[in-house]
T-cell receptor, first 115, second 112 residues
Framework: DSGVTQTPKHLITATGQRVTLRCSPR?????VYWYQQSLDQGLQFLIQ???????AKGNILERFSAQQFPDLHSELNLSSLELGDSALYFC??????????????FGPGTRLTVL | DAKTTQPNSMESNEEEPVHLPCNHS???????IHWYRQLPSQGPEYVIH???SNVNNRMASLAIAEDRKSSTLILHRATLRDAAVYYC?????????????FGGGTRLMVKP
């Protein structure tokens, strides 16, 4: 158990809909990262927050947004869903924001299926 | 992040050592070498990291070439539970953030 929790575990929805994925980081970790894993693209970084502030953006679509709340949990919002958004979404957390020796701890993921 | 090259897949017998190679010929002097693995139906998990010297922990050993252009993750006695995709990742000094850049990894299959 990494200490990172994600809800829900599974989500099935229809095209055009909007969903929210939730992540609670390990106790004491200030950074939260979101990654997407699809069969054709592999594991890709989406966005990072550090202590409530956006820190880095990766290949995140404009239809997707995220935030980190004062209690440090984070939510990833996916809107106008398309079939291609079906994927596993992982949240990870770490203590710092720039450490090259820093370890990231991953949650179990949310499997999103768009029908 | 600097690029790494790993074999797509490897096979091992249970209870034998496994050497997983990684080439990173464009590594710079300040890049850390990290290994993560992803067991089936789970999120990635940290395995080990190093900068210049060989490293050991309870999960594995990391052997880093003297010129740092390659490294090898060593599992001393593979178990069925070690069947996973292993990712070799370079962590660069990046003021823009601290994300991990995953490549294709090596799928390790362990035979009983």
């Amino acid at each position: 158990d990494s200490g990172v929790t994600q809800t829900p575990k599974h989500l099935i929805t229809a095209t055009g809909q909007r969903v929210t994925l939730r992540c609670s980081p390990r106790s004491g970790d200030l950074s939260v990262y979101w990654y997407q894993q699809s069969l054709d693209q592999g594991l890709q970084f989406l966005i990072q927050y550090y202590n409530g502030e956006e820190r880095a953006k990766g290949n995140i679509l404009e239809r997707f947004s995220a935030q980190q709340f004062p209690d440090l949990h984070s939510e990833l919002n996916l809107s106008s869903l398309e079939l291609g958004d079906s994927a596993l979404y992982f949240c990870a957390s770490s203590y710092s924001t720039q450490g090259r020796a820093d370890t990231q701890y991953f949650g179990p993921g949310t499997r999103l299926t768009v029908l | 992040d600097a690029k790494t090259t790993q074999p797509n897949s490897m096979e091992s017998n249970e209870e034998e050592p496994v050497h997983l190679p990684c080439n990173h010929s464009t590594i710079s002097g300040t890049d850390y070498i990290h290994w993560y693995r992803q067991l089936p139906s789970q999120g990635p998990e940290y395995v080990i990291h190093g900068l210049t010297s060989n490293v050991n922990n309870r999960m594995a050993s990391l052997a880093i070439a003297e010129d740092r252009k390659s490294s090898t993750l060593i599992l001393h006695r593979a178990t069925l539970r070690d069947a996973a995709v292993y990712y070799c990742i370079l962590r660069v000094l990046n003021n823009a953030g601290n994300m991990l850049t995953f490549g294709g990894g090596t799928r390790l299959m362990v035979k009983p």
